[in-house]
């Protein structure tokens, strides 16, 4: 079936560090790739999409390129603020019949002044 | 718009008792998913309708979960009776398509002692 694998975290980084989020997945067929994030004490927001391969999603300045070579979906941003800090989830939605999104378990990051 | 509107935010309640979660999907969202999120098992799928009607509910737990939509504003995940395993974050999310973004209200943590 569906699978999502994400690092492990927590992430912990200074201000103003380079991010990077590993994703890697299994799907059938041509699956869209989501990044979601998760604020303390609120529900999951979509932070960035891509639908098919070399897609780049991008927002508030994370990135993440559709890699189908590499089945990953990697999330970046050059310079992480504080209000960065949250949990971070990859999740794939095969689109093979299946109507669900296959979460991977989150990525902790917290970053310090 | 106000979003995916959950309630209660957060419930605790004594084993054997009956728990009644709410959400109100984003007007005129034709799906509307509950999921469950643990530290164990990250988030997963319970159960899905469109246009009101439960279309997959292979992920309910079992026999004491149910979960009902009654009309197009309004869902409940029902849990009776419960268990201190039905600890965790339950989710409601909404979507205007079979692929568009899904929506996530803030979930209700729920406490069974």
């Known amino acids: 079936g569906d699978s999502v694998t994400q690092m492990e975290g927590p992430v912990t980084l200074s201000e103003e560090a380079f991010l990077t989020i590993n994703c890697t997945y299994t799907?059938?067929?041509?699956?869209?790739l989501f990044w979601y994030v998760q604020y303390p004490g609120e529900g999951l927001q979509l932070l960035l999409k891509?639908?098919?391969?070399?897609d780049k999603g991008s927002n508030k300045g994370f990135e993440a390129t559709y890699r189908k070579e590499t089945t990953s979906f990697h999330l970046e941003k050059g310079s992480v603020q504080v209000s960065d800090s949250a949990v971070y989830f990859c999740?794939?939605?095969?689109?093979?019949?299946?109507?669900?999104?296959?979460f991977g378990k989150g990525t902790k990051l917290s970053v310090i002044p | 718009d106000a979003g995916v509107i959950q309630s209660p935010r957060h419930e605790v309640t004594e084993m054997g008792q009956e728990v009644t979660l709410r959400c109100k999907p984003i007007?005129?969202?034709?799906?509307l998913f509950w999921y469950r999120q643990t530290m164990m098992r990250g988030l997963e799928l319970l159960i899905y309708?469109?246009?009101?009607?439960?279309?997959?509910d292979s992920g309910m737990p079992e026999d004491r979960f149910s979960a009902k939509m009654p009309n197009a504003s309004f869902s409940t995940l029902k849990i009776q009776p419960s268990e201190p395993r039905d600890s965790a974050v339950y989710f409601c999310?909404?979507?205007?398509?079979?692929?568009?973004?899904?929506?996530f209200g803030p979930g209700t943590r729920l406490l069974v002692l």
């Open positions: 999310a909404s979507s205007a398509g079979l692929k568009e973004t899904q929506y």
């Open positions: 799907a059938t067929g041509y699956p869209s």
């Open positions: 891509a639908t098919k391969a070399d």
């Open positions: 999740a794939l939605h095969s689109g093979a019949g299946s109507y669900q999104l296959t």
């Open positions: 007007s005129g969202h034709d799906y």
């Open positions: 309708f469109n246009n009101n009607v439960p279309i997959d």
